[in-house]
């Protein structure tokens, strides 16, 4: 079959050609659209996920919605359970700041847009579906993840019945289309014709192309505008009206989309977190807004898994008991039994600092070497992670192919379910699961991002077991 992919390639070269990502050897090639562009990593084939799970997944996506926005109304919870990260970690601190700042004059969000990705991985010692975490802020690949599908899809009509697989087990994959459906609902309920949607984006952006697909999308079904800004554009070029309207290049602006955003790296100085602060103030919906951001935290994630906290939030007790099947164990470092466990077998946890975008977890011995060192540093510096109880899916041979090259390895995979919320006061226009992305990597790989290089785009094929 490896053999075979380059007759495939051809054959379904409208797919592949799609599937496109920026080289990040090439000058110019994350500024400059249509430089230097390079397939994005994917797998040949679909991967096998129960039908079952499946299921499950897609139903945690409207409690895990509600939950977000119940979670985000409770400013005291979110300051009090992040005020020890704060002090260790600066990133964190820099968006309680303005948390706090928009508390202090009682800001209010009538309309509240969340377009988030619960990821889950199959424990293989428990057979369950586990939790990895909630992404909140600038989740990545409904683009791309939905044309994997199709990719699949089309194979599978050519080939499927030669490998045994039938193209109707592939789940339709809308992401991109939902996702662009929420930006356009979202802009019809901020009710101002001239208004556009604004991109936040990186200087330099790798998956342009995943983007891209939600801007036409926006365009050709909804009609509406995209501007893509930098955080520094926008602090050069914006301003806030008195009554609250976001101007932006001489545009008013009636959704604030981050694609960045949430890594320290995107604001390399104060300009930026002017920036931040000037959208916030505005009365444009931001996806996410900072409420929403810091609730997608790892020490958020950590807190609402401790006992009775759910409870909090929601009133439903079938939807409770849903989303805590589906919790791994997650600890703070101030629990001392855990910590010690975790030096003893370091191979059975995960240590999180507050970090997104991959390349930031420590596993294994670097779990251990830093357990200890922070633990004899004796200061605040252990409340900057969580520890997470580690999940081993099981691994399969999988068909990788990267750079044009398809090779055959021992994988493990992750599901995110895309889910879109989209609410006026007490009116929910919009609570759904709206299509996947599966991500496969090689089982020796800890970490799991395909912009950072560690996975493959997948999709999935349901089997009965
Ligand atoms: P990030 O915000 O950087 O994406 P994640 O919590 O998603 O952080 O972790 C990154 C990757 O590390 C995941 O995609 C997954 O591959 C791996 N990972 C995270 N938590 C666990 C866990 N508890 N068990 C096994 N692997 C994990
Ligand atoms: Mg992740």
Wanted: proline share 3%; aromatic share 8%.
């Amino acid at each position: 079959l490896c053999v075979k992919y380059w007759d495939i390639k051809c054959e379904n070269s409208c797919w592949s050609q799609l599937i496109v990502m920026n080289r990040t050897s090439r000058l110019r090639s994350g500024t400059v659209p249509g430089v230097g562009l390079v397939h994005a990593p994917f797998s040949l084939l679909p991967t096998r996920f129960p039908a079952s799970f499946w299921k499950q997944a897609c139903e945690l996506a409207p409690i895990f919605n509600e939950l977000v926005d119940r979670v985000s109304l409770d400013g005291k919870f979110l300051q009090g359970s992040l005020s020890r990260t704060k002090q260790v970690d600066d990133f964190t601190a820099r968006l309680l700041e303005i948390h706090a700042k928009m508390m202090a004059v009682n800001k209010k969000e009538d309309i509240r847009l969340g377009l988030h990705r619960s990821d889950y991985m199959l424990d293989s010692e428990t057979n369950s579906l586990l939790q990895i975490e909630l992404n909140t802020i600038s989740t990545s690949f409904p683009g791309l993840g939905s044309l994997v599908s199709e990719l699949h899809r089309t194979l599978l009509n050519q080939y499927g019945e030669v490998l045994g697989l039938d193209s109707e087990r592939i789940p339709r994959n809308w992401a991109a289309i939902q996702f662009a459906e929420a930006l356009g609902k979202a802009w019809v309920e901020y009710n101002n014709e001239s208004a556009v949607v604004m991109m936040i984006v990186q200087a330099e952006e790798r998956n342009m192309y995943d983007q891209y697909w939600l801007i036409n999308h926006l365009k050709e079904s909804h009609g509406v505008m995209t501007i893509r800004k930098t955080l520094a554009q926008v602090e050069a070029e914006g301003l806030v009206l008195p009554n609250g309207t976001l101007v932006v290049d001489g545009r008013p602006v009636a959704v604030v989309y981050f694609r960045a955003g949430y890594a320290p790296t995107d604001y390399p100085s104060e300009v930026e977190w002017s920036a931040r602060l000037l959208i916030e103030q505005s009365s444009a919906i931001k996806c996410p807004s900072i409420s929403y951001h810091l609730v997608g935290t790892k020490k958020i994630q950590q807190e609402l898994a401790k006992p009775s906290v759910l409870e909090r939030f929601l009133d439903n007790e079938e939807d409770i008991a849903k989303l805590r099947k589906c919790f791994a164990g997650l600890w703070s470092l101030d629990n001392e039994e855990i910590v010690k466990s975790a030096i003893e077998k370091p191979d059975l946890f995960v240590l999180k600092p507050q970090r997104e975008g991959g390349g930031n977890n420590l596993y294994g011995h670097d779990l251990r070497e830093t357990l200890i060192r922070l633990k004899n540093e004796q200061g605040e510096a252990l409340a900057a992670y969580i520890l997470m109880q580690r999940i081993f899916p099981r691994a399969s041979l999988t068909q990788l192919v990267q750079g044009g090259v398809c090779f055959e390895e021992l994988s493990i995979s992750e599901l995110g379910i895309f889910g879109s919320y989209l609410r006026n006061k007490d009116k929910v226009v919009i609570n759904n699961q709206c299509g996947y992305l599966m991500r496969t990597k090689v089982s020796s790989s800890n970490e799991g991002g395909v912009a950072a290089g560690f996975a493959v785009l997948d999709s999935i094929l349901l089997t009965d077991e």
